[in-house]
């Protein structure tokens, strides 16, 4: 089946430096990827869509200038928090939707970053 | 804009019952819908699928679901509960065709006791 890799699984660091998680689809291509936000005991909350070669989709209230999507690829897909603070601790998890193939319309995730912040 | 409902925060039920989560959804047009499992600190794992076609879906680890359009439904359930079954489950809707956005409930965490 279709695997979607995350890197790094887990994080810390301190308050005010920058964290770039990787979101990778491991045997297939992925033209649109997203990012969710899960905070301890809630939802999956989605962040943006990401396209490739094309600028990121935010969702209403998620900071552009704070959550940096790159989609660089049709196999990767990169989110920087910029000066990290602990309000930004959370689980992050992207999710890719094959550009062709039997997974086409279904999203495959990855296993989340755990992003905590000091 | 869809909307997912998940009645039940939190279910409690022992080894070997059955089991029926609850999903309800709203959208104009025909959905897709989703259930998916996380078990604590992973990722999300695909249990079943609605597109079209037959209402009852068959998952993976024994599990069913029924799309009733006319009560805006799409159940869980299984017949027979395994300790391995706790986790959280999320039902999950889609637009119809295309690389669309997906809308999560707000999860069922399931319990099971011997």
């Known amino acids: 089946g279709a695997v979607v890799s995350q890197h790094p699984s887990w994080v810390i660091c301190k308050s005010g430096t920058s964290v770039k998680i990787e979101c990778r689809s491991l045997d297939f291509q992925a033209t649109t990827m997203f990012w969710y936000r899960q905070f301890p005991k809630q939802s999956l909350m989605l962040m943006a869509t990401?396209?490739?070669?094309?600028?990121?989709?935010?969702e209403q209230g998620v900071e552009k200038d704070k959550f940096l999507i790159n989609h660089a690829s049709l196999t990767l897909s990169t989110l920087t928090v910029t000066s990290a603070h602990p309000e930004d601790s959370s689980f992050y998890i992207c999710?890719?939707?094959?550009?062709?193939?039997?997974?086409?319309?279904?999203?495959?995730f990855g296993p989340g970053t755990r992003l905590t912040v000091l | 804009a869809q909307s997912v409902t998940q009645p039940d925060i939190h279910i409690t039920v022992s080894e070997g019952a059955s089991l029926e989560l609850r999903c309800n959804y709203s959208?104009?047009?025909?959905?897709?819908l989703f259930w998916y499992v996380q078990s604590p600190g992973q990722g999300l794992q695909l249990l079943l699928k609605y597109f079209s076609g037959d209402t009852l879906v068959q998952g993976i680890k024994g599990f069913e679901a029924e799309f009733k359009r006319s009560q805006s439904s799409f159940n869980l359930r299984k017949p027979s509960v395994h300790w391995s079954d706790a986790a959280e489950y999320f039902c999950a809707v889609g637009l119809s065709g295309g690389y669309q956005k997906v809308t999560f409930g707000i999860g069922t965490k399931l319990q099971v006791i011997p």
């Open positions: 990401s396209n490739e070669g094309s600028k990121a989709t935010y």
């Open positions: 999710s890719a939707y094959p550009t062709s193939g039997t997974g086409v319309n279904e999203q495959f």
């Open positions: 959208y104009g047009a025909t959905p897709y």
